[in-house]
């Protein structure tokens, strides 16, 4: 017979529902599965657009994927990992399709289903709910708005024991999101000029990575002036309130006729379009924020075609995470890479003031103590 623990997780009962802990209880792990005491969680923009249903992941769900844990048991099958390890959990990925084999698991063919389907690749859930119903679990391979999580092998990041493991599960979504998307994705490079587009999180976190990778001037662009003090305290050299009418001029002035590198993390087509203008020739911008799935937007293609500009999509950060995750670790601990002042720390009984302290823009990246 399966093996059940009794937990207590944060349930998303309905669309917009704020968070209810619930006693639940998690099966053992299977095959190549890892059980991991969830030690604290990031709270990441994504699991607000889902608990909203932007992403028709269904309910209800536990939801949370930036867990930070020891490991607690493991599946037969597990090879690298071991009890006691310490880990930061990240996306899912199966590991063979075609963009796994070529060292880009953010793009795997079965990233939505192993990420968002909310049960496991084979349909299956882990948790059951206090009445035994089935609860939809597995969001990006873990669910660790919990005391325990599942996940595989694959996604839980074995990082070093004297990092703070507390601060450090955002590592597995928002920070590597911003700033795998500037040192991976868009390769910025010494001397060059990045903007911001969107000083959250993630923006913040490619703040910080465009000052390690060397740019020379780094903008931020938001409508929240004390993120932008931030973005200054952070290394960003120049702040744009997007509120401005000007916004495309001063950014053009400021980066000497146009930026070489653009993120842009509001999720809004509007401040897209104006990333796409800001850029100088050749520029390329970064799309990350995510709107309702089906928003289109629009630009100007002869602006595009004569200015050589790109667009490009990026998840997580492109990053592979075994290497990735503990490059960052190892940056922040040499100083480089202060990502814990972006960070607040929650009791999980106040996950609902979590999510209201983001959603103001009071707190940048909330993360949820919970053992
Ligand atoms: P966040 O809410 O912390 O940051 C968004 C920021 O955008 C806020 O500071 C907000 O003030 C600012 N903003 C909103 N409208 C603006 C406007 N018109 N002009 C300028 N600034 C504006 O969220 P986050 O955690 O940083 O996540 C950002 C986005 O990235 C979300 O859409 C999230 O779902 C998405 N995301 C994508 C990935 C990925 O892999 N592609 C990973 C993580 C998060
Ligand atoms: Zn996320």
Do not use: W
């Not at 009962?13 to 095959?31: D, T």
């Not at 793009?107 to 709910?129: I, Q």
């Not at 001397?191 to 990778?213: D, H, K, N, Q, Y």
């Amino acid at each position: 017979a399966v093996q059940y623990r009794d937990i207590t997780a944060a349930v998303t009962r309905s669309k917009g529902a704020p968070f209810v802990l619930e006693k639940a209880r998690i099966r053992e792990p299977h095959g190549a599965e890892v059980l991991v005491r969830i030690v604290a969680t990031g709270m990441c923009h994504t699991d607000m657009i889902v608990r909203d249903q932007y992403y028709p992941v269904p309910l209800p769900a536990v939801l949370g994927h930036e867990g930070a844990g020891v490991v607690e048991a493991v599946g037969p099958q597990v090879q690298n990992l071991k009890v006691g390890d310490h880990v930061v959990l990240t996306y899912g990925y199966c590991g063979h399709c075609v963009s796994c084999d070529s060292g880009h698991a953010s793009y795997c063919a079965e990233f939505y289903p192993r990420n968002f389907s909310g049960a496991d690749a084979h349909g299956h859930h882990a948790l059951m709910d206090k009445d035994n119903q089935p609860l939809n679990d597995h969001f990006f391979a873990q669910s660790s708005f919990a005391t325990y999580a599942i996940s595989q092998e694959n996604n839980a990041i074995r990082v070093p024991k004297e990092a703070p493991l507390e601060l450090l599960g955002p590592l597995g979504c928002g920070i590597q999101t911003g700033a795998g998307a500037v040192i991976n994705s868009l390769k910025a490079t010494p001397g060059s000029s990045f903007v911001a587009f969107g000083a959250g999180a993630v923006g913040l976190s490619a703040v910080l990575a465009a000052r390690v990778a060397g740019c020379s001037t780094i903008v931020a662009v938001d409508l929240v002036e004390s993120r932008l003090a931030l973005a200054k305290e952070l290394g960003a050299t120049h702040t744009v309130n997007g509120r401005d009418a000007d916004v495309i001029a001063q950014l053009k002035a400021i980066t000497g006729g146009g930026a070489n590198f653009a993120l842009e993390s509001t999720g809004n087509r509007h401040v897209l379009r104006n990333a796409i203008d800001s850029l100088g020739n050749l520029g390329t911008v970064g799309v990350v924020g995510a709107p309702p799935l089906g928003t289109t937007a629009e630009f100007d293609i002869n602006d595009l075609l004569l200015g050589g500009k790109k667009i490009q999509g990026i998840v997580e950060g492109d990053s592979v995470p075994q290497k990735f995750i503990p490059q960052l670790v190892t940056l922040y601990l040499q100083g480089r890479f202060p990502f814990d002042k972006l960070v607040k720390l929650y009791d999980f009984k106040d996950i609902n003031q979590a999510a209201a302290d983001s959603e103001k823009g009071i707190t940048l990246k909330p993360v949820i103590r919970i053992g």
